[in-house]
């Protein structure tokens, strides 16, 4: 009885000394000593010690200050703000680690932070009336300048009501601790959020070292923390392959993290940010965490390359990402689900082996694996040929209404995927600036995955890329040393003697693979020889030039094969140059895949509008047979993937006869010894026109050019005519 009587009577003489006699100092023992006691005292008195309430004025604290935001006037006690602003000014601003013994060793310190951390335990939290008390975080610091450098924790503390630590980035916590190093938030088993009561837990200027054996530096537990906030700390070779710098544990809503630097230099590779909603057994897994903002923050490992940690982990909706840096990350950015609507802005990566920018979806599947509404724009990415940007956590993530813009990726992987998404049904991106060089859009997949160019000025027409329309039936034999027109669009030569050629229907699961490619043109090699080449023409060549362009094609082979990829500008008959980037030469194999070759068509003096743009694809190894489709271009440094099918087999027929025509011709009941046709408006019968006879057998007759179509001569007069008429459109030959 008598420690309580004398407990008692201090705590009554402090609080009558701070009613009486605002304007003399109390000593910081004195002080600290009683509210250690004086709970009770504190919360009917009211007094908070908050940087919330009570900013760093330099107003004196006066009988004026009375009756000021919530007090009453007369002689009784000061407002909140003026009460609040008393007892900073009494402890010179914000209580410090030191003042409860803090000295650098571990012992020490140790004690130290459990004291400071009682302290704060010990001011009431949601007792007065509302948006009055509750949820104000109570200032204390670790960053008076005369204290220690360093300050070594062997146990962890929590902080059961909000909390403001005020630190300096000269003054280091090393933790050496097993468990967390500090709890934020009670952990009672609360399953909805104490709105305004548990808001605001704040971390300024801390520096964080050490946690080689801990379990998680920071972690807010379930339902508390709301509109934390993480400001301008280093969390400098913190934490282990198992731990995480900070964690939020399940429906922490509208944390902030800003400003801090991460920093790792060993071959662990450490973790910074999680906010999976994994606490409490995983009872709130997928539920989402919501609006996590992670803006400013900077990230490097440079350990050993290739073996860094997680940058953060959420699944957060509408997670803002902005302006942060992750060097050599393992993954930089990880969006389990929901993660509905997160955005990813102006950030900058690099990437090296088995490392990836962002990753979709949880390592593990979850019942729910939908990864929606992701926006990622304004992204430069180092991926030293080695790295990835974007790819899936678990082979049953499904990414809907990804939306890219702005994304340059520096030095990536030739033939590898901007989008690495897994081969399933229902999904879509949208699309539209981005750099990337040697590289498609998307993997090859049965399950198509949609494109939309959101500008839709991306695409560059290609007619007949894909095979849909032949005037010229599915067999071809190939002469030896003379080009030969196979199919519209698409020719051929060499030097060996027996080689055909074929359109063929693919099958289901290839149509799919191939974006919609109806058919393939089979090349099959005969006799011996040195060469052999398919070429396909794209005409306007004037679309192409003073920039960038990328075509993509699929091409397979009987037996593993090389093929020499070459983009051509034929200005003219006379002039065809290449305008390949480098010289590409890709391994084939007996499945379909991409490949994705970039270009840059300058201008010429010989350009007009009769250029043409020559595909050249050079076959120099001896598999039986090769087979090439999806020809498509898109005017920009990335392989967009656009389908096949954009036009019908009409349509693409017109279109093809705009450049070439070949038309059954059938007269009957009079005698013709000439005949003029006329041609689509850009077609050129020059002397390689040619009718051919079928009733009667005449041998075939060259066409003669005038304004707007053909004369034929036919030498004698001739009834019931019929024959094939081809306006060819070599213009020029090579």
């Known amino acids: 009885m008598g420690e309580q009587e004398d407990s008692k009577e201090l705590a009554e003489g402090t609080a009558a000394e701070l009613r009486g006699n605002l304007m003399k100092p109390i000593s910081r023992r004195k002080l600290l000593a009683s509210l250690s006691l004086a709970g009770a005292v504190i919360a009917a008195e009211g007094l908070i010690l908050s940087s919330a309430f009570a900013s760093a004025k330099e107003e004196s604290v006066t009988d004026a200050t009375y009756g000021k935001r919530g007090g009453g006037g007369g002689g009784g006690l000061p407002g909140l703000t003026s009460r609040v602003e008393a007892l900073e000014a009494c402890c010179d601003g914000q209580v410090q680690l030191v003042d409860f013994g803090a000295d650098g060793t571990v012992t020490a310190d140790t004690a130290a932070l459990a004291s400071l951390a009682a ?73 909805s959020g104490n709105l ?42 913190f934490g282990n392959p198992n731990s995480w710098a900070i964690d939020f544990q399940a429906q922490n809503w509208w944390p ?67 302006r942060c840096d992750f060097e050599n990350a393992g993954t930089g950015i990880q969006l389990g689900y929901p993660s509905l609507k997160t955005e990813v802005e102006n950030c900058y990566f690099e990437q090296y082996t088995g490392s990836v920018s962002i990753r979709l979806g949880d390592d593990t599947a979850q019942p729910n694996n939908s990864i929606n509404l992701i926006s990622i724009r304004g992204i430069f990415c180092n991926l030293h040929q080695a790295g990835k940007f974007l790819d899936t956590g678990n082979a049953n993530v499904i990414a809907s209404g990804l939306d890219v813009d702005g994304v340059t990726l520096s030095a990536g992987q030739e033939q590898s995927p901007v989008l690495n998404l897994n081969d399933l049904p229902g999904q879509y991106v949208r699309v539209r600036n981005i750099v990337a060089s040697y590289q498609p859009l998307l993997p090859v997949t049965t399950n198509p995955i949609k494109v939309i160019d959101v500008d839709g000025v991306l695409n560059k027409s290609v007619i007949n890329g894909a095979l849909a329309a032949s005037q010229f039936g599915d067999n071809y034999t190939v002469p030896a040393i003379a080009l030969k027109q196979l199919t519209d669009m698409w020719f051929a030569v060499t030097d060996f003697p027996s080689c055909t050629a074929s359109r063929v229907k693919l099958d289901h699961t290839d149509y799919l693979r191939t974006r919609f490619s109806p058919y393939a043109l089979k090349f099959n090699q005969g006799g011996t020889g040195t060469y052999k080449a398919v070429f396909f023409m794209v005409p306007n060549l004037c679309d192409m030039v003073g920039h960038v362009n990328t075509l993509q094609v699929f091409a397979r082979s009987s037996s593993a ?98 450049y070439f025509e070949r038309r059954s011709v059938v007269l009957s009941g009079n005698s013709f010894s000439k005949m003029t046709l006329d041609m689509a408006s850009k077609a050129r019968a020059l002397t390689s026109a040619v009718m051919t006879f079928t009733s009667p057998a005449i041998s075939p007759i060259n066409g003669v050019e005038v304004q707007g179509g053909a004369v034929f001569n036919l030498g004698t007069a001739h009834t019931d005519v019929e024959a094939v008429v081809d306006f060819d459109t070599r213009a020029f030959y090579f």
């Open 119 to 191: 302290y704060v335990n010990g001011f009431p939290n949601g007792t007065a009336p509302f948006f009055t008390v509750d949820g104000l975080p109570v200032r204390v610091g670790i960053n008076r300048a005369s204290a220690p450098m360093k300050y070594t924790i062997s146990t962890g503390v929590q902080f059961t009501r909000p909390v403001e630590l005020m630190g300096s980035l000269s003054k280091v916590l090393d933790y050496t601790g097993t468990g967390a190093m500090l709890t934020m938030g009670p952990d009672d088993g609360r399953t």
């Open 561 to 658: 094969a090389n093929l020499r990829i070459v983009p051509k500008a034929a200005y003219n008959a006379a002039t065809i140059v290449s305008v390949a980037n480098k010289n590409e030469t890709v391994l084939l194999t007996s499945e379909f895949q991409e490949f994705t070759i970039p270009f840059f068509v300058p201008d010429h003096e010989n350009l007009n509008q009769d250029s043409w743009f020559i595909l050249e694809l050079n076959m120099p190894d001896s598999a039986d047979w090769y087979e090439f489709t999806g020809v498509r271009i898109n005017q920009a440094d990335f392989g967009l993937c656009h389908s096949n099918n954009t036009m019908t087999e009409g349509e693409t027929l017109a279109a093809v006869r705009q």
């Open 196 to 237: 305004f009561r548990d808001d605001h837990y704040i971390m300024e200027g801390l520096h964080f070292t050490g946690g080689k054996q801990m379990t998680v530096g920071i972690t807010f537990t379930p339902f508390t923390g709301f509109m934390a906030r993480i400001k301008d700390c280093v969390f400098n070779m």
């Open 256 to 322: 902030e993290i800003t400003g801090c630097r991460w920093e790792t230099y060993d071959t662990q590779s450490k973790n910074f940010v999680k906010a999976i909603d994994d606490g409490r057994g995983g009872a709130y897994r997928g539920s989402g965490n919501s609006r996590l903002s992670f803006v400013d923050n900077k990230g490097k490992w440079h350990g050993e390359i290739g073996n860094g940690g997680i940058g953060i982990y959420t699944n957060a909706v509408k997670t803002l990402i902005s």
